[in-house]
C-alpha cells in the first residue's frame, strides 16, 4: 500500500515473555508485546482518556489502563472491559531472523483506535428495547449491533442529552457534553439505532412483555435490558429540602447549575462519599467556605475504611475543607424569598448555607417494573448470574442484583461506572443467545485535588484493613490498603503507588491470599 509503513523494531532476544514495551515505527509509536513466544502490535494510548499503556500492566494477553481499568486484548485490539467504547488499532507483526517487523499504514499509525463494524436494521422484528441512556444503555446498544442484530433496536432515555461520561461531573463541573458524549446523533442514525430522549418509561410488564411510554406510546418487545440506573437522593423527607439553591449532582444540568451557584458562598455538602468529596474538592478553592456533613466517624468510613478515610479527611482539611462527622441534617432553614441560608443538625449547631449539595447515595430507577420481575427490598432487580431477570427480559448496571462468583455466590449490587457498561455488553449479548455470566473484579477510581486513588475489587463487608505503608505515609498520602475477610483479600485501593491495583483485577476471580504487610 501506498501509506504502508514498516521497520526492524526489536531484537527477538531483547524482549522477555510478559514484556510489553513502546518503540517507534514511522513518526509515531506502537506498543509490543511477547507473550508464550509471540509478538503482538497495538496502538500506545488507552482509548478512553489516552493514558499511556506503558505505565498499564501487561497479563493473559491483556493489557489494562493504569488510569481507570479498561482493558484490552493486545492480538484482537477489542476492549474487554471498560470503561470507554473504542479498541485499540493492532498491527502486523513478523520475525525476520532475530528481527521483529512491524508494519502498518500512516493513518492507523495516526489514529491508534478503531470502532468495530456495526449492522444496521434490515427487518422490522425481532424489536429489542433498552431503557436508560447511561454506561449500561449506550454500551448495550452499539454490542447489539457489534454482534448483528438487524432487528429494530430503541434505546429509551429520560436524558435530555445522548449517552455521556457520567464520572466525569464530579470531577470537572464546567465540561461540555460534547467533550464527554459517547456518540454523537448521527451515529446513531448511521446504525439504525432508535433514541428517543427526554422519554420515560411508565410501566414494563415482563409477562405480556409490553412497555408503556410517557408520550403514550405502548411497544411490544422481543427483548429487553433494563438499565435505567437511579436518581440522586433528595433527602425530600428533611425539612426545608424543596428551598432553592439545594442541588444533587446526577446530571451535566446539575453540575453546571452547582459550578455556577458556589463562587463566593456558604456551602455546605450533606454526605462525606465519593460524590460529596469529589465536589468538595472541585469547588473548594471558588467558595468562601466549604464544610461537609457526614454521619461517618470519616469521610468514605464504609468503604475505605477509618485510617484511610483519616488519611483523606486531612487531605481536605489541608484544602480547607471543614467537617462535621458523626452527624445528622435535621432540616433546612430559607429566607423569606425560598433560598436555603443554614443546615440544622440533631445537635442543634446551624451551619450557614447560601448553596447546599446533597451527596447522599441513590434511589433506584425501577418504579414502572410492575409484572414479571422479582425485585429486593432496595427495588432492585433480582437476576441470575447472567444478568436475566425474566423470559426475554435482561438488567445492566446500579439496579441489578445478582449472585457473584467472586463472593460465593452472594447477591451483590454493584456502583460502578466501568462495571455498568461490562454489564450492559455481557446483559446484549445474553439477549442474543449467549450465555456469559457477570464475573469482571471492578475497579473505580476518584479524583481529588488532582491526586487518584484506585481501587479493586468488592468489600461490602470486611474484616480487617491491612495496610503497606510508611510511617508518614498519611503526610504524604501514600498507601496500599487490603481489604480482607478471613483469609480473603476482598479489595486493594492505592494512592500514590500506581499501579499496585490493576495487577490484581487480573486474577478475576481469585485474588490473592491473604498476607500480612
Known amino acids: 500500500m501506498a501509506d504502508s509503513i514498516q521497520a526492524v523494531v526489536a531484537s527477538t532476544k531483547d524482549f522477555r515473555n510478559g514484556e510489553m514495551r513502546e518503540v517507534p515505527l514511522g513518526e509515531h509509536n506502537v506498543l509490543l508485546f511477547k507473550e508464550k513466544d509471540q509478538f503482538y502490535a497495538t496502538g500506545t494510548k488507552c482509548t478512553h482518556y489516552g493514558a499511556p499503556l506503558k505505565n498499564g500492566t501487561f497479563s493473559n494477553g491483556r493489557v489494562r489502563c493504569p488510569w481507570h481499568g479498561a482493558c484490552f486484548n493486545v492480538k484482537t485490539g477489542d476492549i474487554e472491559d471498560y470503561p470507554g467504547l473504542e479498541c485499540l488499532t493492532t498491527y502486523d507483526v513478523r520475525i525476520e531472523g532475530d528481527n521483529v517487523v512491524v508494519s502498518a499504514t500512516a493513518s492507523s499509525l495516526a489514529q491508534q483506535r478503531k470502532t468495530k463494524p456495526l449492522s444496521k436494521r434490515q427487518k422490522d422484528t425481532p424489536v429489542f428495547v433498552v431503557i436508560g441512556g447511561g454506561a449500561a444503555g449506550g454500551t448495550a446498544v452499539e454490542i447489539l449491533r457489534q454482534e448483528g442484530f438487524t432487528g429494530r433496536l430503541l434505546l429509551i432515555s429520560k436524558e435530555n442529552n445522548l449517552p455521556y461520561d457520567r464520572p466525569k461531573l464530579s470531577k470537572a463541573m464546567t465540561i461540555t457534553v460534547d467533550k464527554i458524549q459517547f456518540r454523537d446523533s448521527e451515529f446513531y442514525k448511521q446504525h439504525d439505532i432508535e433514541v428517543k430522549l427526554q422519554t420515560e418509561v411508565v410501566e414494563l410488564n415482563a409477562l405480556t412483555k409490553t412497555i408503556k411510554l410517557s408520550d403514550g406510546e405502548t411497544i411490544k418487545y422481543d427483548g429487553a435490558i433494563i438499565a435505567s440506573?437511579?436518581?440522586?437522593?433528595?433527602?425530600?423527607?428533611?425539612?426545608?429540602?424543596?428551598?432553592?439553591?439545594?442541588?444533587?449532582?446526577?446530571?451535566?444540568?446539575?453540575?453546571?447549575?452547582?459550578?455556577?451557584?458556589?463562587?463566593?458562598?456558604?456551602?455546605?455538602?450533606?454526605?462525606?462519599?465519593?460524590?460529596?468529596?469529589?465536589?468538595?474538592?472541585?469547588?473548594?478553592?471558588?467558595?468562601?467556605?466549604?464544610?461537609?456533613?457526614?454521619?461517618?466517624?470519616?469521610?468514605?468510613?464504609?468503604?475505605?475504611?477509618?485510617?484511610?478515610?483519616?488519611?483523606?479527611?486531612k487531605f481536605h482539611e489541608s484544602n480547607k475543607v471543614q467537617f462535621r462527622l458523626e452527624a445528622i441534617t435535621d432540616s433546612f432553614s430559607s429566607t423569606p424569598d425560598g433560598k436555603v441560608s443554614g443546615v440544622v443538625l440533631k445537635s442543634g449547631e446551624v451551619l450557614p448555607a447560601s448553596v447546599v449539595i446533597?451527596?447522599?447515595?441513590?434511589?433506584?430507577?425501577?418504579?414502572?417494573?410492575?409484572?414479571g420481575v422479582t425485585k429486593d427490598v432496595d427495588q432492585s432487580l433480582i437476576a441470575d448470574k447472567y444478568l436475566k431477570v425474566a423470559e426475554g427480559l435482561y438488567a445492566a448496571g446500579d439496579l441489578v442484583k445478582f449472585p457473584f462468583a467472586f463472593l460465593n455466590n452472594d447477591k451483590v449490587r454493584i456502583e460502578h461506572w466501568g462495571s455498568a457498561q461490562t454489564q450492559g455488553k455481557i446483559a446484549a449479548l445474553n439477549l442474543l443467545g449467549k450465555q456469559i455470566p457477570f464475573d469482571n473484579i471492578p475497579v473505580f477510581w476518584t479524583v481529588q485535588y488532582g491526586k487518584s486513588l484506585r481501587y479493586c475489587g468488592y468489600a461490602f463487608q470486611y474484616d480487617e484493613v491491612v495496610l503497606d505503608v510508611e510511617k508518614d505515609w498519611k503526610e504524604k498520602l501514600t498507601f496500599v490498603a487490603f481489604y480482607t475477610k478471613g483469609d480473603k483479600i476482598l479489595a486493594v485501593a492505592s494512592l500514590n503507588r500506581d499501579p499496585i491495583v490493576v495487577p490484581v483485577s487480573y486474577t478475576h476471580l481469585t485474588l490473592p491470599t491473604k498476607r500480612i504487610v
Not at 440522586?232 to 446526577?250: P, Y
Not at 451535566?252 to 465519593?274: L, M, R, T
Open 229 to 313: 440506573g437511579g436518581s440522586a437522593h433528595d433527602l425530600a423527607f428533611i425539612k426545608g429540602a424543596q428551598s432553592k439553591n439545594i442541588f444533587t449532582l446526577r446530571s451535566i444540568e446539575d453540575a453546571h447549575a452547582i459550578i455556577s451557584a458556589v463562587e463566593n458562598q456558604n456551602v455546605v455538602i450533606v454526605g462525606s462519599s465519593f460524590i460529596g468529596m469529589e465536589v468538595a474538592s472541585c469547588i473548594a478553592a471558588k467558595v468562601k467556605s466549604v464544610i461537609v456533613v457526614g454521619m461517618e466517624k470519616v469521610p468514605f468510613e464504609r468503604v475505605l475504611g477509618t485510617e484511610v478515610g483519616s488519611a483523606m479527611k
Open 358 to 371: 446533597i451527596g447522599a447515595g441513590i434511589k433506584l430507577n425501577t418504579g414502572f417494573v410492575k409484572e
